[in-house]
């Protein structure tokens, strides 16, 4: 479903993604982690162009999505990708349920009161049907990421992203992002994760892909990973993350 093909991206002399050849299967769910630095944030924002690639080809459903197009054609595909970023990024002046609204009516043209139904439906499926009136500004981080997942899901894409959605929140509040994922991954929904949960890579994941320096130094399953990794560089990023 989402594919890299000789992915290149540098930031001036800075080479930030290497050479990347890969694939996400549809219904699949691939975690990737490695060090801070090693290009997991760049590689997921190439996705939806969030970022622009230097060269190389990245797709979604064999469609070329840094080929030349207009903002409204960007725009357009943008809104077939759900998007979790690690900062929640909703708007502080709207509640809950018209953050998850917003979509549906100004960019897929759904009639406000239908919007409304699906809104409250997604607020349920995270658990927050009860704070469907609450402003951010109301609410805990976790309840924020879990909102800013309903308003992903609004737009009812074929894939979803998540770019360290649980790094900014107090580990109490973890669990119960991690468990929304969960859900999702249950049924079915293609997923990218860049996470440091390396919990939830070995119960949830399919495929875990290791980076270093932007390259994709290790791809397998979570159990092979885990047990019996076989880069040097992975084999030491697991030590260090037993030892602490």
């Excluded at 060090?35 to 970022?51: A, M, Q």
């Excluded at 900062?87 to 009639?111: D, K, Q, T, W, Y």
């Excluded at 800013?148 to 894939?159: G, K, N, S, V």
Aim: aromatic share 6%.
């Amino acid at each position: 479903m989402i594919t890299f093909n000789q992915v290149n991206k540098w930031y001036g002399e800075y080479r930030a993604l290497s050479d990347i050849n890969a694939e996400v299967k549809r219904g699949e769910v691939v975690v990737v982690c490695g060090p801070s630095g090693s290009g997991k944030s760049t590689l997921i924002r190439t996705v939806n162009r969030l970022e622009e690639i230097k060269s190389g080809q990245v797709t979604i459903d064999g469609h070329d999505i840094h080929a030349p197009m207009s903002s409204a054609q960007l725009n357009r595909m943008r809104s077939r990708i759900g998007f979790v970023f690690q900062s929640f990024n909703l708007f502080p002046h709207l509640s809950a349920l018209e953050n998850v609204m917003l979509s549906p009516i100004h960019v897929a043209g759904v009639r406000r009161a239908e919007a409304r139904d699906k809104a409250m439906k997604l607020l349920d499926r995270v658990g927050l049907a009860a704070k469907a009136g609450s402003y951010p500004g109301q609410l805990s981080g976790g309840q924020q990421q879990r909102v800013a997942i309903a308003r992903a899901l609004a737009m009812e894409p074929p894939a979803m992203l998540f770019d360290e959605p649980t790094s900014a929140l107090d580990p109490e509040m973890v669990g119960e992002v991690l468990a929304v994922m969960r859900s999702l991954a249950a049924d079915g929904m293609t997923m990218m994760c860049v996470t440091h949960e390396m919990n939830f890579a070995r119960e949830v994941a399919d495929r875990v892909w290791f980076m270093d320096a932007g390259c994709i130094l290790e791809s397998s399953d979570p159990e092979a990973f885990f047990r019996h990794a076989q880069h040097p560089r992975a084999q030491r990023f697991l030590s260090d993350l037993r030892s602490h």
